[in-house]
């Protein structure tokens, strides 16, 4: 059976201004209450499709990576979701005139800038760096910026006439418990991290708690500039801010740059078929039929089989035709009832894959996406003990290295059993 609390997307704010950024641009959110908190669902669709994802939007309701980790924990254990998206405000770090007040941070980096030792001198600090998933950050260089860079609602402050189109900037952000709003903060930050781009409070907690997760789901934050983290700080460009982020990610989303989750499920637990099965019967149809299911498939559902061949044989072209129908979460449950209605698909042939099978493929794509995970968390701390001089510093991280050597060993371990 499939969780009926399962979501797609868990998309996480610390204000409520930025939650309500978000819902300004939901599909018809539905506001329910759970026993701790009060969350909102939306069965958000995407563009030119007829699939959607399922989103959960919930405000931790207040700032700080503690709190922002409780919460991505609970999200995680109770909606299981494939992504988890921190979005909202954040304090930028000037860069010449490449940034501007309303532009959009998207962390390649989280570093967590708090733990340290105090000494007679001040704070040696430790850092911790977790990264964005690569696979989804790839994802997110490819959107194109005409898809949201005019559709926010809410005015500049400035009401410039300049450069007012937000651009979107890629790098480092550091993650702490404080408010930022002094002199020397972002410097002292910058002397270790010169692709230092913004600074802010719930990224870390909402990062760890993700990569700690035992289903380990993907992890991206973008945040708008609000404010340049210095003594001239001020709430001036908070709405707007948190409203072009709120725009960047709801438009991003209605894209499907990932495949849905929930009916990924409801293909395997119901009528998902071998691609084998569809192989077979597909290569043995005369051309002409071939073409016109093609042409059913595009016209209908609005796929592109513009690549195959169609004056090719359907032997040579069915493989290519399942290939690409298995990249969508309905694309095989189309062709299959194509092929039930015009009676080309025999009994034999529609045998459910089974459970038991089914469950060992999700198993393994989980290992898979948890070593990658550690394998990705290791790199990071390595690198960052090699750029580390003070040896006192290097032994936490030495201990980070050991704890994820043991994690990756183990998943290995479980795959090779599989």
Avoid at 131 to 148: L, Q
Avoid at 276 to 303: H, M
Avoid at 318 to 342: C, T
Avoid at 351 to 359: D, I
């Amino acid at each position: 059976m499939i969780n009926q609390q399962s979501a797609d997307i868990v998309i996480i704010t610390a204000l409520d201004k930025e939650r309500d950024a978000v819902l300004r641009y939901l599909d018809a959110p539905e506001k329910v209450h759970t026993t701790n908190r009060i969350i909102y669902k939306s069965n958000l669709r995407h563009d030119n499709a007829e699939s959607a994802y399922q989103v959960v939007l919930l405000c931790q309701g207040k700032m700080g990576n503690v709190a922002a980790g409780i919460a991505t924990t609970q999200a995680i254990d109770v909606w299981n979701p494939s992504l988890i998206i921190l979005v909202g405000i954040t304090g930028g770090v000037e860069n010449g005139d490449e940034r501007y007040l309303g532009d959009l941070i998207a962390a390649e980096q989280i570093v967590g800038y708090e733990s340290g030792k105090l000494t007679n001198t001040g704070v040696e600090r430790r850092y911790d760096v977790l990264r964005s998933t690569h696979a989804f950050v790839e994802a997110v260089r490819n959107f194109p910026d005409e898809k949201w860079v005019l559709a926010s609602t809410i005015p500049r402050p400035d009401g410039k006439e300049g450069r007012v189109i937000p651009k979107i900037h890629w790098g480092i952000v550091a993650s702490g418990e404080k408010v930022i709003a002094d002199t020397k903060t972002v410097s002292e930050l910058q002397n270790h991290w010169t692709k230092l781009a913004g600074i802010e409070m719930e990224g870390y907690g909402t990062a760890l708690a993700a990569y700690t997760a035992e289903s380990c789901p993907d992890f991206f934050m973008v945040k708008g500039i609000c404010d340049w983290a210095n003594p001239d700080k001020n709430d001036e460009w908070q709405a707007y801010a948190a409203d072009v982020a709120a725009v960047f990610v709801v438009k991003l989303l209605k894209s499907k740059p990932f495949s849905s989750k929930q009916n990924d499920e409801k293909d395997t637990l119901s009528i998902h078929k071998s691609s084998i099965d569809f192989y077979a019967r597909l290569k043995q149809l005369t051309k002409p039929l071939f073409n016109d299911i093609c042409f059913y498939l595009k016209s209908k559902y609005d796929y592109d089989l513009s690549f195959i061949d169609i004056n090719g044989t359907p032997a040579d072209a069915s493989h290519q035709l399942i290939d690409f129908l298995e990249q969508y979460p309905q694309g095989l449950n189309h062709l299959q009832q194509l092929l039930e209605e015009r009676g080309l698909l025999q009994e034999k042939q529609k045998a459910q894959t089974p459970v038991s099978s089914s469950f060992q493929t999700k198993k393994k794509a989980l290992l898979e996406k948890r070593l990658a995970s550690f394998q990705q968390r290791y790199e990071a701390v390595f690198t960052q003990r090699e750029a580390t001089l003070n040896e006192g510093d290097k032994f936490p991280l030495d201990m980070q290295l050991e704890q994820l050597e043991n994690q990756i060993k183990q998943t290995e371990n479980e795959l090779s059993q599989l």
